[in-house]
């Protein structure tokens, strides 16, 4: 744990993988949001509070991918799960991780004798 971290320093301003973490002081809400924002990189997150109502309204003002409310690191392979910014692009799991493999088609048979619209949208004029 790194504690008296101040937002100019290198490690507040990489993505740093394994277990570390930084401690940064900070007055209000408003202010932590601004800490937590002020990064190129936004995989994740969590927020620590007794006041699930704040906890909520925090986590909706995180540009992070992912944030976690009283928990770290909970996954499942049926919620998106990717970063926002220099974290990464698109998501893996979920709907949203399913859609990066896929392409929309879309695929039209007219089976009247005479086609109701030659071409164009709607009123058979064609």
Known sequence: MLVDVTPDMEIAQQEVFGPVLIAMAFDDEAQAVR???DTRFGLAGAVWSQ??????????????GTVWINSYKAISVMSPFGGFGDSGFGRSSGL???????????????TAPEASVAFGYGSGVG
Do not use: F, I, K, M
């Open 35 to 37: 800490l937590a924002n």
């Open 51 to 64: 006041d699930v109502a704040r906890a909520h309204r925090v986590a909706g003002q995180l540009r992070a």
């Open 96 to 110: 949203d991780g399913l859609r990066e493999y896929t392409v929309p088609q879309s695929v039209w048979v007219e």
